[in-house]
């Protein structure tokens, strides 16, 4: 996806919008030419560069893309993108962009809301990601923002994987120090030296009910050791 970013519009698009904004006396030919000149610079659709320097209303972006591209205009107020299209563009660029993909349409679309359906760049960034082909419609930037917001992105949890898998590591090894280093060390002193005396009720114990002793204890501290690392590392992601 990174050489799609990278991706200039063809010029045949551009020449098409152009004409048809000059035509439509909405621009000047100084105040196109300042615009496309920054949306080279920042790749970014140049109807949104219009809109940000404030030579077209929103109003008129939305009226000139519908009759120029003879496309639909839809409000995202209620909609909000489906699962299924998660993962497949991060939100970072669909802000850059200024699209959101909606929902599947069929097996070999999917819709695609556009502030800008001219940017051909973000066109081809969705055809590539998806492998489907785009059935663009038409949104206001604010309800494009709107969107995006809405948007589970798939990709930041992606990746936030490899810290959930090396914070999992993290918790079996805390779990298994805790749960046997204490109990190999008490096993060393009670059992396999004198160091410290031991207690007369241990002392007359069998065999049988020294190991009964010994896996009471382990199971016990085993217990207390799996709900105090639960414990510590539940905090920590909750926090």
């Not at 940000?52 to 209303?57: A, D």
């Not at 003879?70 to 699962?83: C, F, G």
């Amino acid at each position: 996806m990174g050489g799609a970013a990278t991706m200039k519009e063809p010029k045949p698009a551009l020449d098409r919008l152009e004409q048809g904004l000059l035509a439509a006396r909405l621009v000047a030919p100084d105040e196109l030419e300042r615009a496309r000149q920054e949306a080279s610079v920042n790749g970014r659709p140049l109807m949104r560069m219009l809109v940000e320097h404030g030579v077209l209303t929103e109003r008129e972006k939305l009226k000139f893309l519908r009759d120029h591209c003879k496309l639909d205009v839809i409000s995202l107020r209620d909609i909000a993108p489906r699962p299924e299209v998660s993962g497949f563009v991060s939100s970072e660029q669909c802000r850059r962009h200024r699209f959101v993909p909606l929902r599947m349409e069929g097996a070999s679309r999917v819709l695609v809301a556009m502030e800008d359906p001219t940017n051909l760049e973000g066109r081809t960034l969705v055809e590539t990601a998806f492998e489907k082909e785009v059935v663009p419609v038409i949104a206001s930037g604010e309800d494009v923002d709107l969107a995006i917001s809405r948007m589970p992105d798939l990709g930041g949890r992606k990746a936030a994987a490899p810290n959930s898998a090396i914070q999992g590591g993290f918790r079996v090894a805390t779990l298994l120090m805790l749960t046997f280093l204490p109990l190999i060390a008490v096993f060393y002193l009670f059992v396999a030296t004198s160091v410290l005396p031991q207690p007369d009720f241990f002392k007359e114990l069998d065999f049988f009910g020294r190991t009964l002793l010994f896996l009471l204890g382990f199971l016990s501290w085993a217990s207390v050791a799996y709900f105090a690392t639960d414990l510590i590392f539940g905090r920590r992601a909750s926090e």
